[in-house]
C-alpha cells in the first residue's frame, strides 16, 4: 500500500470554487500555478465552461503525471500543463483571467524566493483577474518582506453563489480577490 500525501486541492474543494466561490468562467482562461498532479485542472474541466484551462508545474515528474492523465481522460482540448517555472511564464500569467495559488509557496521555495515570486506576480499580473487563494494573501504575505500593500493591489470579493456548499468544504478557507 502506497500513501501520497500532496497539497493538492481536494475534489470537494474543487467543486466549491468552481460552482459556487467563481462567476462563470465562459470564454475564460485560468491557471493554476504549482499544479501539482492536476486535481484543479480537472475540477476546471469537469465544474466550470473555461475556454482554456493551463497548469504550470517546475517538478518534472509531477508535471510529466498531469500530462499523462491530460491525455489518457482526453481532456486535451481545454487543459493544457506546462512544465516550467511561473517565473518563466510571464505571457501565461498575464493572459489569465483566473489564477489559482492553492498552498503553493510556502511549502516549496525558501524565503527569499517567495518574496521573489510575489514581487513578480504583483507586478505581471492583469488588473480585473480573479485570484483563489489558499491561504488568504494576508497569511501567506504575513511573514514576507514584499514590499506589497494589499489595498492597493487587490479587492476581496463575495462568492458567485453565496448559497452553494458541499460537505467537507469550509469556504472561510478559501478566499478570492480581484486584482485593481
Same mark, same amino acid.
Given at each position: 500500500?502506497?500513501?501520497?500525501?500532496?497539497?493538492?486541492?481536494?475534489?470537494?474543494?474543487?467543486?466549491?470554487?468552481?460552482?459556487?466561490?467563481?462567476?462563470?468562467?465562459?470564454?475564460?482562461?485560468?491557471?493554476?500555478?504549482?499544479?501539482?498532479?492536476?486535481?484543479?485542472?480537472?475540477?476546471?474541466?469537469?465544474?466550470?465552461?473555461?475556454?482554456?484551462?493551463?497548469?504550470?508545474?517546475?517538478?518534472?515528474?509531477?508535471?510529466?503525471?498531469?500530462?499523462?492523465?491530460?491525455?489518457?481522460?482526453?481532456?486535451?482540448?481545454?487543459?493544457?500543463?506546462?512544465?516550467?517555472?511561473?517565473?518563466?511564464?510571464?505571457?501565461?500569467?498575464?493572459?489569465?483571467?483566473?489564477?489559482?495559488?492553492?498552498?503553493?509557496?510556502?511549502?516549496?521555495? !525558501?524565503?527569499?524566493?517567495?518574496?521573489?515570486?510575489?514581487?513578480?506576480?504583483?507586478?505581471?499580473?492583469?488588473?480585473?483577474?480573479?485570484?483563489?487563494?489558499?491561504?488568504?494573501?494576508?497569511?501567506?504575505?504575513?511573514?514576507?518582506?514584499?514590499?506589497?500593500?494589499?489595498?492597493?493591489?487587490?479587492?476581496?470579493?463575495?462568492?458567485?453563489?453565496? !448559497?452553494?456548499?458541499?460537505?467537507?468544504?469550509?469556504?472561510?478557507?478559501?478566499?478570492?480577490?480581484?486584482?485593481?
Amino acid at each position: 500500500e502506497i500513501t501520497i500525501i500532496s497539497h493538492s486541492c481536494s475534489m470537494v474543494k474543487s467543486e466549491y470554487i468552481f460552482r459556487g466561490l467563481l462567476p462563470s468562467l465562459e470564454s475564460k482562461t485560468l491557471l493554476d500555478v504549482g499544479c501539482r498532479f492536476g486535481a484543479v485542472l480537472y475540477g476546471a474541466y469537469w465544474h466550470s465552461k473555461a475556454e482554456k484551462i493551463v497548469g504550470v508545474e517546475m517538478n518534472n515528474e509531477l508535471s510529466e503525471l498531469a500530462e499523462r492523465t491530460v491525455k489518457k481522460h482526453v481532456y486535451g482540448k481545454r487543459i493544457e500543463v506546462i512544465n516550467d517555472d511561473i517565473l518563466n511564464v510571464p505571457n501565461t500569467v498575464k493572459a489569465s483571467n483566473v489564477i489559482i495559488l492553492n498552498n503553493v509557496f510556502e511549502w516549496f521555495n !525558501d524565503i527569499e524566493q517567495q518574496e521573489k515570486i510575489w514581487r513578480y506576480l504583483k507586478e505581471t499580473i492583469s488588473s480585473g483577474t480573479l485570484l483563489v487563494t489558499i491561504p488568504s494573501l494576508e497569511t501567506s504575505l504575513a511573514d514576507l518582506d514584499t514590499g506589497i500593500d494589499l489595498d492597493e493591489w487587490v479587492e476581496e470579493q463575495p462568492p458567485a453563489d453565496p !448559497d452553494f456548499t458541499v460537505d467537507q468544504v469550509e469556504p472561510s478557507e478559501i478566499f478570492l480577490y480581484k486584482v485593481l
